[in-house]
């Protein structure tokens, strides 16, 4: 017990602090993209192979909503996955440093994942694998302490047979790893066999296993009704994405390890081994953990979005040092349009187009904020699409189902929100109501003054909402002016004026600083323009002569971008001339 | 001594099994307070007609209350009571009850037990219809259609009971490099010879046709033919069926609930012969949309949808986007002569554009008496379409009297009066109703329904009487009663079945991993050639037509 406490406080400490230290944002959003409800009928869960385990992994899985209970309860698993291996294959507390590889695998197997878990089609692909091995490696260990070879048989029998329908992949992986066991005995360590007798005994039971582990899933496959997915309860990936796998097979397979040799004895040497692979595997854990830090400041940007915290979206876009993706331009756009400030300081916040760091292409802006986007600006039948795209490819998963909720809300679609509000409410963590949401609606009711139309938008929700602003005419204020920011923006001034003027009688005293900035411009490039008239801020056209002086001087070419940025570089200005080739997703 | 012993135990054993069954069996409250109004349940059923052969009819009470009882009664005696807020019949004694009351209304008594004592609440009546229903429906089990798909299934469910099983499900041959996409399970004659038909799109594709315990896969697309085979008819006699072929879009609205246009931007009729392997061409004209065929049931007619294309710009499909709603389907007809095989011309047989309307989906009664069709606004996937209401059109080749409220008035000089389509208003809501089905006895007509939530199709039954009314229809039943409001999947494209499907999704799997046999295309079934664009053009003014609907 001595030597096993410094390797447990250490696993507890180190994951912990990856997890919740590090990993918060994704563990708030694994929770909210798994499909967990608390009512699932027993007979229902017992029809599928498998139910049983995805529906507890599940459950804990959603835990993560509450970031520290659900890492807890992970490090809980892991901790005793680590015990198990050491029970089953019984290494002694010198090697037990080993036992922790496994576990490292499993954890590296779920943080490595990033960008991956929106489209990992699974509902518990955090949980599913501590929890089914934890299971199998239980039943290793059982194999090797049944004396009867009534019993024997039995367990040869039941585990594949039974196990299957409880555990899935699994169960059906236990007898063929004992086959192989029993097998690596023999071959690895045949003194240990003196006896001819105990030897042949030995044969007869890995060559008895390895009939029953291969021959039963095919005949269970022939007999059942349904098909099976020999890696059901297992995370599956595509081809193109197998090196996700590597952790799991070693966490796996290392468990043939101990069953080829004997981690007996307690000399200091093999602590030191165990030790030093401990650190080793927990190295690698944590250096391929994906700790992206665009993507969990997105996480950390579209979790306070959710809740309206719009000056803490702002916080961390202003906070982030790197290139921000443009799923973060677009949520600092969207919290500088929610707090009234877009046309003072948009240009002033971090731009760029940095890349998804995820192992494939794909929509990811779409799949992380694209409801929400499309919601929160009064495009409901796009962000109602996504989400139910979604749900279909994905599952029933709460991320899902409360932009659904929310868009039948605001569509004043009532029996079809209490529907949505009736499933979230089955969720552990993520129900809501109507009342909750009020506040949130009334800021996008003037958003939807416009006309309905068909259309389409490929998936690229940027590039849509820009397009579909800059190009629109007439609506409410609100709309007008995200009509003249987004034509600001796509560098599309033909309705500047028109919309400049429109909303100038709401500006009272004070019009905004980007908007100032782009009538002057206007007023420079196309003439004509009665910016004299209007309350332009002194410091504000003097600060355009200034770039209109440097201009002259040096011209307007790229090459002067870096010249001109630390004075002009947040300005509109700076933005139109110089700020070029950024994608839209 | 022994013997006596062990008889007497058993006894005692029974005797008390019996006790305890009886004490368990909930009684009516003998004092109660009246309540004037039915309580509040859902689903909500009362009023409709059931078959005597449908599964119990499981409701939850939404009264407020700390117990609950209800007691459905017969009118010709015998009573059944349950207890808690979820009304769940036991099935047999449901099934006995129905079958006594045939023919005459059950009644649904329910209690409430609040804090002033227990409530009875007005009785909820269902008639109880002489004629049963058929035993099966199949329907293919989706989330509202959108471009993605997972999880389709296919699926057979009992009327009788609540046992429902997969025919088929598209993820057994998915994986994630290829999907599939499977649709329109269409029974030959309710499958009273185990024959039906189903699309597979996408990754291993082609019509899979269900023979007995045997299936085939068939590529319906010809290189003479726009598509594949889409919406089936199945011939009632001949090996033959009326395909739509289509070029089919879905489109979102950016504001609009109804969310999903589903756009035809161009569609023709084929006939498929199933012992040849050989496709006809039906209608096949640019500017004429046909689709969704039905036969009659003798086999002499081919009902079927058509609209007209006024083409407006070059690109069809951006001009149909744009005037999705201008787009009117009204119902045609075709005589076929079975020996020759070939369609004569083709006759309006309801005008919906005039009435500023669109028709679809027809379907010919079994008795051959009535056109029940959906009609809407505007298109013809009418799901998605709120105004969607189901309508019938009388076919009476009988003498129709001119002074019926279902005529047209008689022109001056005419004698003969023409029959007014009807709206089926008990079966329609302010939501979308749709795709809809006879039973093969012609009593009981299965639709789509949206009236829950607007979004989610459930299945309605309604009683058909012979007299042509339609009445108050009954959600399908179901076992729990929150199945429907937890199940964010749709109902779709529903059909009655006199007998199981037989064939088991193993040996369709098997099927579709297979090879195709390509079908050949043998040129025009038409018995005279039409020049496309010009058959029965509509050359008069849709408002001088209005009202002037053809009945046949």
Known sequence: ?585 | MKQFDSHKIYAWMWALSITLLAGCRPSVPSSYIEVEYPAAVTPDNDGATIPPNIAPLNFRILEEGNEYLTCARSAKGGQLTVSGRDACFDQGDWHALAEQTRGDSLYIDIYVKDGTGWKRFAAQRYFVAEESIDPYITYRLIRPSYVTYEELTINERSTESFDERVIYENMRLEDSSQGQCINCHMPRNWNRDAQSQFHVRQALGGTIFIDGNKAAKVNLKTDSTMSAGVYPAWHPTQNLIAYSVNETGQVFHTLDVQKVEVIDYASDLILYDAENNSIQSIDRTRCDFESFPAWSPDGNTLYYISAHYYQRAEDIDADLDNNYDQLHYNIYARDFDQKTRKFGPRRLVFDAESRGKSASVPRVSPDGRYLLFTLADYGQFHIWHKSADLWVLPLSPRPVHCNSAATIPPSPDSSTCFLYPQELTPLNSSEAESYHTWSSNGRWILFSSRRDDGNYTRLYISYFDNGGRAHKPFRLPQRSADADDLLLRSYNAAEFLVRQVKATPKQIAATIRGDASNASYTGSALLRQEPDCTAVTINTDAAARRGESVGY
């Open chain 1, 1 to 585: 017990m001595k030597q096993r406490l410094p390797f447990t406080l250490i696993f507890v400490a180190f994951t912990l602090f990856l997890m919740v230290g590090q990993l918060k944002p994704f563990l708030t959003e694994t929770a909210a993209l798994t499909p967990f409800y608390v009512d699932e009928s027993i007979v229902g869960l017992l029809e599928q192979p498998c139910g049983i385990l995805l529906y507890l992994a599940a459950g804990l899985q959603s835990c993560f909503a509450l970031p520290f209970l659900g890492a807890f309860i992970f490090v809980i698993l892991l901790v005793a996955l680590a015990y198990v291996v050491r029970w089953a294959f019984r290494v002694s507390d010198a090697w037990f440093g080993l036992c922790w590889v496994p576990s490292f695998g499993l954890l590296l197997h779920f943080t490595q994942l990033g960008y991956l878990i929106y489209t990992v089609k699974h509902p518990s692909f955090a949980f599913a694998d501590p929890l089914g091995l934890l299971i199998a490696f239980f039943l290793i260990g059982v194999w090797y302490r049944l004396g009867d070879w009534r019993l024997k048989v039995a367990f040869m029998l039941i585990v594949p047979a039974v196990g299957f329908w409880l555990f899935g992949f699994f169960a059906l992986l236990v007898v063929p790893s004992l086959a192989f066991c029993e097998l690596a005995q023999l071959c690895m360590r045949p003194s240990e066999f003196h006896a001819p007798r105990a030897g042949m005994r030995h044969f007869l039971w890995a060559m008895a296993l390895c009939l029953s582990g291969f021959l039963l899933p095919v005949i269970l496959k022939r007999l059942l009704p349904i098909p099976i997915d020999i890696e059901v309860g297992h995370v599956s990936f595509t081809n193109d994405l197998s090196a996700l796998r590597r952790p799991w097979l070693v966490a796996f397979f290392s468990s043939w390890i101990f069953a080829c040799f004997r981690f007996e004895g307690s000399k200091r040497w093999m602590t030191a081994v165990a030790s030093v692979v401990f650190l080793a595997v927990g190295s690698c854990a944590y250096l391929w953990s994906f700790r992206d830090t665009n993507f969990l400041a997105t996480l950390r940007m579209k979790h306070a979005a959710e809740v309206g915290q719009w000056e803490q979206v702002l916080q961390i876009a202003r906070s982030e040092e790197q290139e921000p993706t443009r799923a973060q331009v677009c949520l600092t756009r969207l919290a500088l349009f929610k707090t009234g400030r877009m046309g003072d300081i948009l240009f002033t916040y971090p731009d760029g187009s940095a890349d998804y760091r995820a192992p494939q292409p794909n929509q990811w802006l779409r799949l992380m904020i694209g409801p929400l986007l499309y919601y929160h600006y009064g495009k409901t039948g796009f962000a109602y699409r996504w989400a139910m795209e979604d749900l279909v490819e994905y599952g029933e998963r709460p991320a899902y189902l409360r932009y659904l909720y929310r868009v039948a809300l605001l569509n004043g679609e009532d029996a079809l929100a209490h529907r949505y509000a009736r499933t979230l409410a089955r969720t552990l963590f993520y129900k809501e109501t109507d009342s909750d949401l009020e506040a949130e609606a009334t800021a996008i009711r003037p958003l939807l003054n416009y006309t309905d139309q068909l259309d389409g938008d490929n998936g690229l929700v940027e590039f849509y909402l820009l397009n579909s602003f800059a190009l629109s005419e007439g609506g409410s204020r609100e709309m007008v002016e995200l009509s003249l920011m987004n034509g600001l923006i796509t560098k599309n001034t033909a309705g500047f004026w028109s919309r400049f003027m429109a909303l100038l009688p709401t500006w009272e005293e004070h019009i905004p600083t980007h908007y100032q900035e782009a009538a002057l411009m206007m007023s420079q490039l196309q003439g004509g323009a009665p910016v004299a008239d209007l309350p332009i801020d002194p410091a504000v056209a003097q600060r355009f002569q200034r770039l209109v002086a440097a201009s002259s001087r040096m011209g307007d070419n790229a090459a002067n971008a870096a010249l001109l940025r630390p004075e002009f570089g947040d300005s509109y200005w700076y933005y139109y001339f110089f700020v070029e080739g950024l994608k839209t997703n």
